[in-house]
């Protein structure tokens, strides 16, 4: 059993940053996928970002690629999501979540997630 806690979350102005943090529980988090999802008000949860196990690469949405950041650090049980360039359709829920096995983009490919952080960017 994996429990993840986000934090970070907050107001920005559009072009701002903001970086994320997930702490997870467990003493095998090398072991997980980790990954960022994000809920917009009204619409499905979408792939944002992850980092695969054991230094398993790293793999972005098309509408982040190039602002945003996955990164971990192991000896800390913590993935962050360092978010640049922030935008106003980058408003959403952010979610943390951790899965055994390879990458996936699919929502139903993740075993754990966390309760959530709101991200909001105004124009």
């Known amino acids: 059993q994996v429990q993840l806690v986000e934090s970070g979350g907050g107001s920005v102005q559009a072009g701002g940053s903001l970086r994320l943090s997930c702490a997870a529980s467990?003493?095998?988090?090398?072991?997980?996928?980790m990954g960022w999802f994000r809920q917009a008000q009204g619409k499905e949860r979408e792939f944002v970002a992850a980092n695969g196990r054991w230094g398993g690469g790293t793999y972005y949405a098309d509408s982040v690629k190039g602002r945003f950041t996955i990164s971990r650090d192991n000896a800390k049980n913590t993935v962050y999501l360092q978010m640049n360039s922030l935008k106003p359709e980058d408003t959403a829920v952010y979610y943390c979540t951790a899965k055994l096995g390879p990458p996936g983009t699919a929502t139903t490919q993740f075993d754990y997630w966390g309760q959530g952080t709101q991200v909001t960017v105004s124009s």
């Open positions: 467990g003493r095998t988090f090398s072991s997980y996928t």
